[in-house]
């Protein structure tokens, strides 16, 4: 099996990417309702509110990421056919991304116009930072795989990791924004290998 192949497949099973779109819409709406029509305060708090949306959106599909698949077995498949546990990490990180965050820099548009935030700044800033997200989730996924309230456990994992992204992203660094999603992507797919692996013995 091939690897774009791996990550088509992995789309499949993350379907759903209009949930984070109208997850990230329904944040934005609430923040401008709860703060009212004061603009420069709506401005101050609207790229932070922005940037956590984003990070919860990230982890809506973290539940069944790694999960179902080693629990119906597709995981032990896969590896018995020779291809490496990193390998499909890698997919599923590619996947996971995919599943996500097109949709998420669509809403960052609405989103952002709602809360009058820097929509062009935002959008860049996100399609940066959330390879970073969507690694840190393919982390958790993996540590909690097969654990009970495993997406519970997941958010709590990767909520303190990804302070570093948010204050990154909400501060309109983009250079520290890319070295962080590089540094992540890198790391992910070997990290959540080594948990999986952990986890068998």
């Given at each position: 099996?091939?690897?774009?192949?791996?990550?088509?497949?992995?789309?499949?099973?993350?379907?759903?990417?209009?949930?984070?779109l109208?997850?990230?819409?329904?944040?934005?709406?609430?923040?401008?309702?709860?703060?009212?029509?004061?603009?420069?305060?709506?401005?101050?708090?609207?790229?932070?509110?922005l940037?956590?949306?984003?990070?919860?959106?990230?982890?809506?599909?973290?539940?069944?990421?790694?999960?179902?698949?080693?629990?119906?077995?597709?995981?032990?498949?896969?590896?018995?056919?020779?291809?490496?546990?990193?390998?499909?990490?890698?997919?599923?990180?590619a996947?996971?991304?995919?599943?996500?965050?097109?949709?998420?820099?669509?809403?960052?548009?609405?989103?952002?116009?709602?809360?009058g935030?820097?929509v062009?700044?935002?959008?860049?800033?996100?399609?940066?930072?959330?390879?970073?997200?969507?690694?840190?989730?393919?982390?958790?996924?993996?540590?909690?795989?097969?654990?009970?309230?495993?997406?519970?456990?997941a958010?709590?994992?990767?909520?303190?990791?990804?302070?570093?992204?948010?204050?990154?992203?909400s501060?309109?660094?983009?250079?520290?924004?890319?070295?962080?999603?590089?540094v992540?992507?890198?790391?992910?797919?070997?990290?959540?290998?080594?948990?999986?692996?952990?986890?068998?013995?």
């Amino acid at each position: 099996m091939s690897f774009w192949r791996l990550v088509l497949r992995g789309v499949d099973i993350g379907a759903g990417g209009l949930i984070p779109l109208v997850f990230f819409v329904m944040v934005a709406s609430m923040t401008a309702f709860a703060i009212g029509p004061d603009a420069a305060l709506l401005q101050r708090v609207g790229a932070g509110s922005l940037w956590v949306a984003a990070l919860l959106a990230a982890l809506l599909p973290v539940g069944t990421l790694i999960a179902e698949d080693v629990a119906d077995g597709t995981m032990d498949q896969l590896r018995v056919r020779g291809i490496a546990v990193e390998t499909i990490m890698a997919a599923r990180l590619a996947a996971h991304w995919l599943g996500f965050a097109p949709a998420l820099l669509v809403a960052a548009v609405i989103g952002g116009a709602m809360l009058g935030a820097d929509v062009p700044a935002l959008v860049t800033g996100l399609a940066l930072g959330t390879p970073a997200l969507a690694g840190l989730g393919l982390v958790a996924a993996a540590l909690v795989a097969g654990a009970r309230g495993g997406p519970a456990l997941a958010g709590l994992i990767v909520l303190p990791l990804a302070l570093p992204v948010l204050i990154f992203g909400s501060a309109g660094d983009l250079r520290l924004l890319a070295a962080a999603s590089l540094v992540v992507t890198a790391i992910a797919p070997f990290a959540a290998a080594a948990a999986l692996r952990q986890g068998d013995g």
